[in-house]
């Protein structure tokens, strides 16, 4: 009971207290941060081991009075303090803790001086108010945590320069403009079933009044977890914020409450309509493609990155589209193995910085020599989420396609269009490879530059959370069907079977076979007699201009005539919604305050003609 | 406690002379004193509101008994409402001359501020705690005329043609306001708020009624700056030094404009439907249109500015959908929630308004500019200013675990509850570009790197200005607590009891 209350109350405690401690003692402020996410790390554990329970009111206003005040001040509150931890809190939980140990211990090292101010005490508010979000079973008091992520998001990033400050200001923008959507479709819930209690919620989508509802919601869960159309800050804030920042928010705690609460309102509280599901997967497809496109064509890894977390949220949509047993496991079982790879990718992609300073993949190559844990890691994550067995991303996808399948018996619109939604979903698989082997062999591959011969492997804080990440990727998909899911995932969504033959670990063990076979072939036929000569015409050595970095090779995609112009105006930001709304603000503001030209006479023309047009309405 | 009520407006009013008389001989003389009196009168307001316990409070001027039931003195009264009110003006008052301490420096005739300022808060006290149209009227005069003069303080070109402006359209609005007083004591033969109620109750013309009601609207509408009577109120407000600024933004609007519009229209007038939905459309369009001006300004102050239109805006929409609500009869538990919202968002526009407009203040008083394109990076050299102005930032853009994030919220959720659905978007809408433009105000001013070298003489503010900002920013934090349930009911309740009852006030008043 205590620790559901602790784990939010003590980071945000420690948050608040270590803005007092001045900047220069950081490493100790981190030290004191990770202690803290031990701390809650370790009840998180205790709360999942325990039983399902809900926190009565008067009982959690006692105890968080007792944590505050010392006394029962606001046990008049009482009646919005609701914590219900159930089977998919407990999970997100469990989760949000590895990660934050994890980002914190890689941070030590990796947060300079003058990074960001008091990035930890942001950083251990965002992890109290998420505990927070998850766990609170009334919406009014989910959304107060809610929102207070998107300051710490705000705030987690440096804003030191133009580029930054622009990021920073869309981010909060976006998230902030969700937020207050979400505000109506909180409003309508209330008014249509006179409750807040997520648990207690069900509404049918019938009418108009709570399709807005679900919509609402939707907005909100949607531009955290970082879908088309609110997706266009993640890019943006995966280029701008320091990597350990990308990793916690957009990476991993944006993407496990987005998609937390995306399972709530599609499960429980709203049940979806056929047009809400060919909605939901209509945005699945699109936002894998359209992101994966995205990312091809980038230049900067961070940025590609970026466009890779949008593209996965897509899976995850399409698995809770399914609204199928399989296809809500499926869909958390990805949440979960894309935030394992993605913060690690995002921190690999730190690592490379902090050794390199260069964020151009063009800038990059060869470091698989002088990197290798780096190396080796990213390879993982970039396998994992190109969806290569046996690892984690592919036992997830396979599990979104064997749901999609599955939908594909049912009746209705959406399951006769399963062949489209499968399609799309393998496409983006292939294209996520694409790029993934131009951010591979740009920046590991291919011909080191000199001045990155002396450049050594990263400090072992800074490469051991990568490798528990990259552990994590490899577990999680060999044991996928045996271990993982049935343990973790089927108590959430309901146990179901998977279609046709599939185990992750005996497939493991035929790729791993394979391996071996191909590895002794080798040292058996001996083929390392080839010869390597630089190339030349005409006994003419011209090294310097035949050598191609990778990225050129993707230059093509771009000039497709067919893409070619989406391209174009993606770069004028024509699907920005951000920028979209700006235009038409700015337009209106600029049309009003021309009205206002400082002229005395026009302003008392107003008054009088406003008294007028008043006096002709009423009388 | 009864007997204390005309110190509201004694105590200020002479503290102008005793400064205009003392300051002469002595240095420093006004500015600690007019500090003190501005610190009593915050102990004063507080211990009044408590010591009212939600009831209702009277003071005969003079000791004028009612004859055959009719008031005929001057009747001062205290209420859960205008205790409110009074508590915001003289907290506000008192942080805002704190800070002036060191922000006046520049000026010269300081004293003349210090009087000045002392007589807008009687006047606006005055005002506030009037329980009659004619010492309204009146105290109304005090107040705008020392603020005509406040706003020219700086006596540039720019101040000297705002403050004009902002006379011709004030002189326009006491003339409707008068003009409609004159229609009303023809008709009743008498001033008293709730000796009118009275009258008008014994059956009235329709149409001449509504007449009267509409000139006091448009009179005390261009006061509170709502739209199509918002013109002066960007200039003025930007134009005034920015401790002024504060006090006319975060107080005056609301202490002259909106609490008259409520006292009147909810105590004074019968409430109508037709006139409920006229007042909910004007607040609708204020708010809307404010913040679509508001956001493409680079002045500091006029961005301020056009945003206190705005979420004025809020606040008469709010109120004006529990009117709905109450003259229609309905859902009296909704219409006591959107009372509250608009009550609530008043005094935390009062809190985080006042402290926005010290941070520019702040900001014009080291660089000396109010261009957002010639400022940034004043993060690092200004840390206090820049940490509170985004705790200002967030409050007002609704964010939480700030206090406008609440009164926002029992808005849109009152407006949800009460089926104006529309209004509930328009709401959300603005609040995003309320976000969306006090974010730009962050990224220019305290992000992004110095458009111009910093010399070594910016670096923050001084104590006094520091003292205030501070407390400022906390009271936008501590206000958050009045949305738990115990609190409202014994800081919010009594304000909005008084409203949705109508005629408690009245019936009171005669009852005496």
Known sequence: MKEIISIIILPVLAGLLLFLIPEKLRTIKGLAAVLISIITGYLTVVIYSSGNQVMHPDESAAVSGFILFGLKSIIDAARYLVFNSDNLSKLIILFISLFTVLILLYSIIYIKEGTVKNYYSYFLITLGCSYGAVLSDNLLLFFFFWGILGITLYKLISGHDEESSATAKKTLILIGASDSIMIIGIGIIWKITGTLSIGSISVPTTNALSVVAFLALLTGSFTKAGAFPFHTWVPDYAKSAPASSSAYMPASLDKLLGIYFLARITNKMFILNGWLTILLLSIGVISIITAVMMALVQHNYKRLLGYHAVSQVGYMILGFGLGSTIGVAAGLFHMVNNAIYKSGLFLSSGCIEYRTGKENIDDLGGLSKVMPVTFVATLIFAMSISGIPPFNGFASKWMIYQGIIDFGSGSGIASKLWVLWLGMAVLGSALTMASFIKLIGGIFLSRRRPEFENIKEVPVLMWLPLAVLSLFCVVFGVFATNLVVPKLFMPVSGSFRFLGFWNSSFVSLLVLISIILGIILYLAFNLKKFRTEDSFIGGERIQDQTSYSTTEFYKTIGEFRFFSGFYKKAEEKWFDIYDLSKRFVLWLSHQLSEAHSGMLPGYVLWVVAGLIIMLLIMI | ?512
């Open chain 2, 1 to 512: 406690m009864n007997q204390l009520l005309p110190l509201f407006v004694i105590v200020p009013l002479s503290a102008t002379f005793l400064i205009m008389i003392f300051g002469r001989f002595f240095k420093d003389f006004n500015k600690y004193f007019a500090s003190c009196v501005l610190l009593f009168l915050v102990v004063l307001s507080f211990y009044s509101m408590i010591s009212l316990n939600g009831g209702l409070s009277l003071y005969k001027v003079g000791g004028w008994q009612p004859i055959n039931k009719i008031p005929i003195g001057i009747y001062i009264v205290m209420d859960g409402f205008n205790s409110l009110i009074v508590c915001i003006i003289n907290l506000i008052g008192f942080l805002v001359v704190f800070y002036s301490i060191s922000y006046i420096k520049r000026y010269t005739a300081e004293n003349y501020f210090y009087a000045l300022f002392c007589l807008l808060i009687g006047g606006m006290n005055g005002v506030v705690i009037s329980g009659d149209l004619f010492n309204i009227f009146v105290f109304l005069e005090i107040s705008v005329i020392s603020s005509y003069a406040l706003v020219a303080f700086g006596v540039e070109k720019n101040e000297l043609e705002a403050s004009f402006k902002y006379q011709v359209l004030g002189g326009l609005a006491s003339f409707l306001i008068l003009f409609g007083i004159g229609f009303i004591y023809w008709k009743t033969k008498t001033l008293n708020i709730a000796d009118i109620r009275a009258a008008f109750s014994n059956g009235y013309d329709k149409k001449y009624y509504l007449f009267v009601q509409l000139l006091i609207l448009s009179g005390f509408g261009l006061k509170a700056a709502i739209i199509p009577f918002h013109a002066w109120l960007p200039d003025a407000h930007s134009s005034a030094p920015s401790p002024i600024s504060a006090m006319l933004s975060g107080v005056f609007i609301k202490a002259v404009g909106i609490y008259v519009i409520i006292r009147l229209f909810f105590n004074m007038f019968e409430i109508s439907e037709g006139m409920a939905i006229l007042i909910t459309t004007l607040g609708t369009i204020s708010m809307v249109i404010g913040v679509f001006l508001a956001i493409g300004q680079w002045d500091i102050k006029r961005l301020l500015a056009y945003h206190s239109i705005s979420q004025m805006g809020y606040v008469v929409m709010s109120v004006g959908i529990g009117m709905i609500l109450v003259s229609r009869g309905l859902k009296p538990e909704v219409a006591s929630l959107a009372i509250t919202g608009g009550i609530y968002h008043l005094i935390n526009h009062a809190a985080f308004k006042g402290l926005l407009f010290l941070n520019a203040g702040a900001i014009e008083y080291t660089l000396g500019t109010r261009n957002l394109k010639e400022m940034g990076g004043l993060a690092k050299v200004m840390p206090v200013t820049s940490a509170t102005s985004f705790i200002a930032s967030m409050s007002i853009s609704g964010v939480p675990p700030f206090n406008g994030f609440f009164s926002k919220l029992i808005i849109i959720i009152a407006a949800i509850l009460a089926r104006f659905y529309l209004l509930a978007a328009l709401a959300v809408i603005v609040s995003i570009i309320t976000l969306a433009s006090f974010l730009k105000f962050q990224r220019y001013a305290f992000y992004d790197k110095p458009k111009n070298p910093m010399g070594s003489e910016v670096k923050e503010v001084p104590f006094p200005m520091v003292f205030s900002m501070i407390v400022l920013s906390i009271l936008c934090l501590l206000l958050s607590l009045l949305v738990i349930p115990s609190v409202r009911e014994v800081i919010l309740a009594p304000a909005v009891n008084i409203l949705t009852d109508p005629l408690k006030y009245s019936t009171f008043i005669l009852g005496q």
